[in-house]
C-alpha cells in the first residue's frame, strides 16, 4: 500500500538570520534526502504497465519528488509561484529598452492577474506570491561601489524565504526588474570570469549601443568586485538586486521544507549560481525548467551541472519557464500515481522479470 508523509512543516526561522556568515552557516548545513521514500516510488514504477526506463525523464521527475518531498507518493496538490521584484541602480547606464518604472507597473500587473505568469500559474493550479523589495530605493551603481549593504542583502533573502508557503508541493521562483538580466551577467562574470559577452544577451530587445553599455558595465563590476568577493553570497551583495537575493533566500527556505524547486531563467539561475558557489550541495532539490534565450544562461548550467526540461526559445522571466515544466511535472506525477500495474492487469512479477532482463 502507497504512503504518504504527514509530518507538519514548520516555517524556517529567517529572523535568526542577521548577516551573511549567518547564512553561510545555514547553507553547510542543509538538510539532505532520505532515500527511503524513492526506493518504494522505485519498486512501484517497476511494477507498472510499461517497459522500465520507457518514460524518460518523466521518471527522474517522480524520483526527484519523492526524494525532496520525503513522500513515496509525489504530489502536485499546491504548487507556488513565488515572484520577487527589484529595481537596479544600474538602468542609469542605459541597459535597458524600458524605463525603471514598469517594475512597479509590472507588479501591479502581477497583482491584477494580468501577466503571462499569472496566465501558466492557472493553468498549472499554482499560487502566486508576489513580492515587491523596495522599488523606489533601487540597489547602487555597482560599477562604483556594492550594490547593497550587508544589511540589505540579509534583509532580501529573508524575504525570500518568509515568501514560502510551508505547504507547497514545488516552489517555482520568478522575478522582474528592469535591468537585471544586467546584473544576472555580472554575477555569472565575477563568479567565472571568462569574457563579459560570454554572459551578456539582448535581455528586453536593447539595441547595439545598449548592448556596448552593458558590456561595459559587466566589465567594469569585474573590476570592482572581482578581487574583493569570497563565496557567491559575496557576488550577490556587490553585484546582484534585492529580487535576485530574495529568489536565492526561497530557494534556501524550499530545501529546509523538503520542498523541490522547479528554476525558471537566466536570473533565476544566476541567483542559483551564486548559492552553488557558497555550497556546491545547495541546489541538489532543484530542476532547471528551460534553457533561456539568454545565451549566457546555457554557460551557467554547465557550470551548475543542470540540464533544463525545455528549451522553448523563453527570454521573459517573472517565472514562465519553470511553471511551464511544473505542467510537465504533473504530468510524470498523474501517471505514476495512476497507471495499473501489470498485476492488476493479471500479468504476474515473473513474467515480466523474465521480459525485461
Same mark, same amino acid.
Given at each position: 500500500? %502507497? @504512503?504518504? !508523509?504527514?509530518?507538519? @512543516?514548520k516555517?524556517?526561522?529567517s =529572523? ?15 538538510p ?14 517497476? #511494477? ?9 525523464r518523466?521518471?527522474?521527475i ?5 526524494r /525532496?518531498?520525503?513522500?513515496s ?14 529595481? $537596479?541602480g544600474?538602468?542609469? $547606464?542605459d ?25 501558466? *500559474? ?30 540589505? !542583502? ?28 544586467t546584473?544576472?551577467a555580472?554575477?555569472c562574470?565575477?563568479? /567565472?570570469? #571568462? ?6 544577451g ?35 551583495? !556587490?553585484?546582484?538586486g ?10 534556501i527556505?524550499?530545501?529546509l ?11 533565476c ?6 548559492? =552553488?558557489?557558497?555550497?556546491?550541495? *545547495? ?13 549566457? $544562461? ?7 551541472? @543542470? ?8 527570454? %521573459?522571466?517573472?517565472?514562465? #519557464?519553470?511553471?511551464?515544466?511544473g ?7 498523474? !501517471? $505514476?500515481?495512476?497507471?495499473?500495474s ?11 522479470? #523474465?521480459n525485461?532482463?
Amino acid at each position: 500500500m %502507497l @504512503k504518504t !508523509c504527514t509530518t507538519p @512543516k514548520k516555517a524556517p526561522l529567517s =529572523h535568526d538570520i542577521r548577516t551573511l556568515d549567518d547564512i553561510r552557516g545555514l547553507i553547510e548545513t542543509l538538510p539532505m534526502a532520505n532515500e527511503g521514500p524513492v526506493i518504494e516510488a522505485r519498486q512501484r514504477d517497476i #511494477g507498472l504497465t510499461k517497459p522500465r526506463g520507457s518514460l524518460g525523464r518523466l521518471e527522474e521527475i517522480v524520483f526527484w519528488l519523492c526524494r /525532496w518531498q520525503q513522500s513515496s507518493i509525489p504530489s502536485m496538490e499546491n504548487p507556488q509561484t513565488c515572484v520577487f521584484a527589484g529595481n $537596479h541602480g544600474i538602468v542609469q $547606464h542605459d541597459v535597458s529598452a524600458f524605463p525603471a518604472s514598469v517594475t512597479a507597473l509590472m507588479v501591479e500587473n502581477f497583482v491584477g492577474g494580468g501577466a503571462a505568469i499569472n496566465q501558466l *500559474s492557472t493553468e498549472l493550479g499554482a499560487e502566486v506570491t508576489v513580492r515587491a523589495l523596495d522599488l523606489d530605493r533601487p540597489t547602487r551603481d555597482f560599477t562604483v561601489e556594492a550594490a547593497m549593504s550587508e544589511d540589505e !542583502c540579509v534583509d532580501a533573502f529573508r524575504i525570500g524565504m518568509e515568501a514560502v508557503n510551508p505547504e507547497a508541493s514545488l516552489l517555482c521562483p520568478g522575478e522582474m526588474g528592469i535591468g537585471n538580466t544586467t546584473s544576472a551577467a555580472a554575477i555569472c562574470h565575477v563568479l /567565472w570570469s #571568462g569574457t563579459p559577452g560570454d554572459w551578456v544577451g539582448s535581455g528586453t530587445g536593447i539595441n547595439k549601443a545598449q548592448y556596448d553599455r552593458k558590456i561595459d558595465v559587466v566589465k567594469r563590476a569585474k573590476a570592482c568586485h572581482g578581487t574583493s568577493v569570497k563565496d557567491g553570497l559575496d557576488v550577490l551583495r !556587490c553585484v546582484g538586486g534585492r529580487e535576485i537575493v530574495a529568489m536565492a533566500g526561497a530557494i534556501i527556505a524550499a530545501r529546509l521544507l523538503h520542498i523541490p524547486v522547479m528554476l525558471d531563467g537566466f536570473i533565476c539561475g544566476a541567483a542559483a549560481a551564486a548559492l =552553488h558557489e557558497t555550497s556546491s550541495k *545547495s541546489l541538489l532539490h532543484c530542476m532547471v525548467g528551460h534553457g533561456s534565450a539568454e545565451p549566457g $544562461h546555457r554557460l551557467l548550467l554547465d557550470r551548475i551541472g @543542470k540540464r533544463p526540461l525545455l528549451d522553448l526559445d523563453l527570454r %521573459l522571466g517573472e517565472g514562465t #519557464g519553470a511553471v511551464i515544466a511544473g505542467l510537465i511535472v504533473r504530468a510524470a506525477v498523474t !501517471c $505514476h500515481n495512476n497507471m495499473a500495474s501489470f498485476g492488476d492487469i493479471g500479468i504476474s512479477a515473473d513474467a515480466i522479470s #523474465g521480459n525485461q532482463n
